[in-house]
């Protein structure tokens, strides 16, 4: 194959818009919604995370596009979901340098209930024997050598460490400056404004299209045109789409309410300045619903 034919070939099989995170919003349902639209392709799998680990990056662009299928028509549009490019602060420069006109969709989540679920996730991964040996071996095979030690030491320590003591470990080190390992990150990943504005450094305002998760749950025809309008598509009807909720899992129990208040009281100026960054206020900390509990009893502090 002659190098022109190689460039044309990776021109045809390149994102054109990305979803960037966060972490436990509702990525994976956006990407499952919006894959059924007759003019919209989604990557061979999901989080290529191609702009967050060193070893994928290194791989080359070409790599990249293997990702993605053959632009067979014209006005197909292709993307990938990784949410950890939100997160990592080295991903925007990235992505700029790779495509600066790219279009970016942040789907955000009240950071307080995002890191109860992160928890959960990781809770569920570490109690269950076959689902943690397959994300190490999987997931985490081509993480970044921080990244992989620290959450490796998280899902294989003997007991998984509670709620509120993720929490607290956390909030101290950000309270008292401490630098920290990008991984776990139950509190940081909920700081928005900081990801939002290194985005914002490299890309026009008008590139980037911030969801709220409750959108997609309570109004999720007139979020998905949101979406179809910022790419430049006509608005759909739906109708024959499967939009019933993806990867819903219930909680085996409730958040402590000790931990619930530290973390309010933690992201509400956070949030208040996320709020004046984008423009809009996500009303979180203001009553917003609280995790069903199952059989066990809530999480405890003591």
Known sequence: MTRMSRM???????????????????????????SQHPRIRCAKRKEVGFFNRDK??????????????????????????????????????????????????????????RAFSAWNMFRQ????????????????????????????????APEFPDFCHCVERELEAVEAGRSQPLEPSFVRRGIYREQVERFYRFFPRDNLLILESKELKTD?????????????LPEADWDRTNLEDQHARPYAAQMDEGAR??????FAPENAGFYRLIG???????????????????????
């Open 8 to 34: 044309f070939t990776f021109a045809n099989r390149r994102p054109d818009f990305l979803i960037l995170g966060a972490q436990k919003s509702g990525t994976s349902a956006l990407e499952f919604f919006l």
């Open 56 to 113: 994928c990056y290194a791989r080359g662009e070409e790599w990249y596009g293997r990702h993605f299928g053959r632009r067979w028509r014209s006005g197909l549009l292709f993307f990938e979901a990784t949410p950890e490019y939100l997160y990592y602060p080295f991903v925007a420069e990235r992505i700029f340098r790779f495509d600066p006109r790219m279009k970016l969709i942040a789907l955000l989540r009240d950071p307080v209930e």
């Open 125 to 156: 991964m570490h109690n269950d024997p076959e689902m943690k040996e397959a994300a190490i071996r999987h997931f985490l095979a081509d993480a970044n050598a921080e990244v992989q030690r620290a959450l490796v030491d998280l899902l294989r």
């Open 220 to 232: 999720r025809r007139a979020c998905l045109n949101r979406v179809l309008q910022f790419l430049g």
């Open 261 to 266: 208040k530290r973390l309010e009281v933690f």
């Open 280 to 302: 809009r206020d996500f009303g979180w900390g203001s009553g917003a619903p609280k995790p069903s509990s199952g059989q066990d009893e809530p999480v405890g502090c003591d």
